[in-house]
């Protein structure tokens, strides 16, 4: 199995400890959302050592999930049928 080092968000300093928040505030919207830090999912503190990085990764996300016409059902069902073919468990 892999390891992959981690800030944990209780853990975390400056500006990994911003983008913790910044996860926080989009993220509490979202099904399963992340309401307090222990709730930030693993594969978003997969990118903290690289705060800069994390960033970016949460704008995405929140750009296909938040913006458009398409309703969050359609577009989670895109998003899990895209891991899905691509045999991704996130």
């Given at each position: 199995?892999?390891?992959?080092?981690?800030?944990?968000?209780?853990?975390?300093?400056?500006?990994?400890?911003?983008?913790?928040?910044?996860?926080?505030?989009?993220?509490?919207?979202a099904s399963g959302g992340a309401g307090s830090p222990g709730m930030i999912a693993k594969?978003?503190?997969?990118?903290?050592?690289?705060?800069?990085?994390?960033?970016?990764?949460?704008r995405g996300w929140e750009l296909a999930m938040w913006f458009g016409d398409a309703s969050?059902?359609?577009?989670?069902?895109?998003?899990?049928?895209?891991?899905?073919?691509?045999?991704?468990?996130?």
């Amino acid at each position: 199995m892999a390891f992959i080092e981690i800030v944990a968000p209780t853990q975390a300093t400056g500006e990994t400890a911003d983008v913790y928040r910044y996860m926080n505030e989009v993220g509490s919207g979202a099904s399963g959302g992340a309401g307090s830090p222990g709730m930030i999912a693993k594969i978003v503190q997969m990118f903290s050592l690289r705060a800069g990085s994390m960033r970016r990764m949460i704008r995405g996300w929140e750009l296909a999930m938040w913006f458009g016409d398409a309703s969050r059902q359609e577009r989670e069902l895109a998003a899990a049928t895209v891991s899905r073919l691509n045999n991704c468990h996130y």
